[in-house]
């Protein structure tokens, strides 16, 4: 496996380490299960694609994205 630097500041650094450190696993298996986990824009457009059709096909519930956004701003406000 290849290995690489990145640059952050040193109180980013030391904020991941300490979660690391909390998690009982190193800052390189915290950035690897950050980049496994977290979903692109693209990636999150498509899993809205998806449920949107599920929500179409199973329950006959038709979704558009003012009523998504919507949703979002009602959610934003609890």
């Known amino acids: ?31 690897m299960e950050f980049a496994e986990k977290t979903l692109t824009p693209d990636e999150l457009k498509a899993r809205g694609h998806v449920v949107h059709e599920y929500f179409r096909d199973t329950f006959g519930i038709v979704t558009t994205d003012e009523g998504v956004a919507a949703a979002h701003k009602w959610l934003d406000e609890l």
């Open 1 to 31: 496996m290849a290995y690489t630097s990145i640059r952050v500041t040193t109180e980013v650094r030391d904020r991941l380490a300490l979660i690391a450190d909390q998690r009982g696993i190193s800052l390189g298996k915290l950035l």
